[in-house]
């Protein structure tokens, strides 16, 4: 199994511009979510899905939106990109929705906004 | 509502000697605890997990914590520091049915020679 698998690994948008990070896996996961992480906060949750079809919205979702087409795929969607979204994108998944599953964790994208 | 308060953010040990890295919560409901590892430019790699078992949890690498209802904590531990063991720790929390993990602020753990 190739796990949670993130593209790009790096980014450089430009203020305004659009794109979307891709996440996938073949575990045949219920759960999957997105994050961020800013230096001194940790991580943060912006959306997550419980399942194709069905997302919700986390801590931090304003400027993002996701959807959720298939079991293995969850991407992440920034519509006009702002420097406050600089960050290191991580994209978790766990093998059903509840709290106390393992989440297994993506090797994250860096995204810079100029 | 619910948060998790790590209350050290840097952490050095010398090679050999314990490690107590410390964390503090706060839920309304039972919680599950998890802590997690992340080496520099790396994912995140979960170490373990309390999920209302035994309060006292082993995990990988030799690491351990101790969930404490009436202290709020769920600290962990080691022994013994490894130079591999220099990372970043994060406390996790999250209560059954929410979906939704909320990350404390990191601990970075530095190991000495």
């Known amino acids: 199994n190739a796990g949670v698998t993130q593209t790009p690994k790096f980014q450089v948008l430009k203020t305004g511009q659009s794109m979307t990070l891709q996440c996938a896996q073949d575990m045949n996961h219920e759960y999957m979510s997105w994050y961020r992480q800013d230096p001194g906060m940790g991580l943060r949750l912006i959306h997550y899905s419980v399942g194709a079809g069905i997302t919700d919205q986390g801590e931090v979702p304003n400027g993002y939106n996701v959807s959720r087409s298939t079991t293995e795929d969850f991407p992440l969607r920034l519509l006009s990109a702002a420097p406050s979204q600089t960050s290191v994108y991580f994209c978790?998944?766990?093998?059903?929705?509840?709290?106390?599953?393992?989440?297994?964790f993506g090797p994250g994208t860096r995204l810079t906004v100029l | 509502a619910q948060s998790v308060t790590q209350l050290d953010s840097h952490v050095s040990v010398s090679e050999g000697t314990p490690v107590l890295l410390r964390c503090n919560y706060s839920s309304s409901y039972s919680p599950s605890l998890f802590w997690y590892v992340q080496h520099p430019n790396k994912g995140l790699q979960l170490l373990l997990k309390y999920t209302s078992a035994a309060t006292l949890v082993k995990g990988i690498n030799g690491f351990e914590a101790e969930f404490k209802k009436s202290e709020t904590s769920f600290h962990l531990t080691k022994p013994s520091a490894h130079m591999s063991d220099a990372a970043e720790y994060f406390c996790?929390?999250?209560?059954?049915?929410?979906?939704?993990?909320?990350f404390g602020t990191g601990t970075s753990l530095t190991v000495i020679p």
């Open positions: 996790v929390v999250t209560i059954d049915s929410r979906n939704q993990f909320y």
């Open positions: 978790a998944s766990s093998y059903r929705a509840g709290s106390t599953d393992t989440q297994y």
